[in-house]
């Protein structure tokens, strides 16, 4: 069967969080929002702040910039370092605010599109810092903060929607309880963000599909590449095999694909259980 080796759901809620979680973050109504704009356009939210625990905390919110790795990771940049960044567009209110256990507050913001925007996606994130207002005596400050951030995309037409399988590398295991790693490159090359879609299978010598994994729905910034990964498992037999994945970026008419031939060695047999030491 094939597993898959990663979760690659929709990231629209970005977090963070120090080693130490002492202290809970804060809870928000709308982990992300999209925007359909024109150049020229004010735009208005109110964002919904929660504190799930029973001790006060001081949030503090600024706006900034976040990029996907190639692997599915976020990083997160200073506003204005990314091409497409919408963060200079952003106002909000309050910066700062000291939130009593089980409170609730907003936080409002204003999203000022200029007449020179490009068509497609821009995007940034609005991060709301929760740190304890009292820390004990001694304690590392660091260890009470955990960040959590409210993604923002703004959609300018026209939108054009392309993508392509740049590849797909297919590592067979050394041992024949492990898996063979399948690593499906997309590139988005349209100018609006996509959330894609799509299987994974992997066929036999006769064509028949002997393991096969839906993708979860993954976000894709325009302009960057995101690598699926995929785990097949025995037991099969030696031989030929075909990897074909089949992608979907939100047009309902066109499907994106790509495959690959590789060929095992030695027989593959079920993975070890937890109880025999599997991995």
């Known amino acids: ?32 929002k999209l925007f359909e704009a024109r150049p020229g356009d004010e735009l208005n939210f109110t964002l919904q702040v929660f504190n ?30 990314v091409p497409r960044s919408a963060a200079g567009w952003i106002t909000f209110s309050p910066t700062s605010f000291r939130l009593e256990g089980k409170g609730r507050a907003e936080v409002r913001y204003t999203i000022r599109v200029p007449e020179n925007a490009e068509p497609g996606s821009h995007w940034a994130a609005l991060f709301l810092l929760a740190e304890n207002p009292n820390p004990p005596p001694g304690e590392k400050l660091a260890a009470l903060r955990i ?7 703004v959609n300018l037409p026209e939108i054009t929607k392309r993508g392509e399988i740049l590849g797909i590398t297919v590592t067979p295991p050394e041992e024949p309880d492990r898996p063979v790693v399948i690593a ?26 002997v393991g096969r994994v839906e993708v979860d729905r993954t976000v894709v910034l325009p302009g960057t ?13 030696a031989g030929d095999y075909v990897v074909l994945a089949v992608l979907n970026y939100g047009d309902e008419t066109v499907d994106v694909a790509g495959q690959s031939v590789f060929r095992l060695e030695q027989n593959l047999v079920a993975p070890r259980s937890r109880s025999e030491g599997g991995g």
């Open 1 to 32: 069967m094939v597993r898959i080796l990663r979760n690659l759901a929709l990231m629209l809620a970005l977090v963070t969080a120090a080693p130490a979680l002492a202290q809970s973050a804060v809870a928000i109504s709308s982990p992300a």
């Open 52 to 81: 799930p625990s029973p001790d006060p905390v001081l949030v503090r919110v600024s706006v900034g910039d976040w990029t996907y790795q190639p692997d599915g990771q976020p990083l997160f940049l200073e506003p204005g370092s």
């Open 147 to 153: 960040r959590v951030a409210h993604t923002i995309y």
């Open 184 to 209: 499906v490159q997309y590139a988005n090359t349209g100018n609006a963000v996509q959330a894609v879609t799509g299987s994974i299978e992997v066929r036999n010598a006769r064509g028949e599909v």
């Open 225 to 237: 590449i995101r690598i699926l990964l995929a785990r097949f498992f025995g037991p099969v037999p």
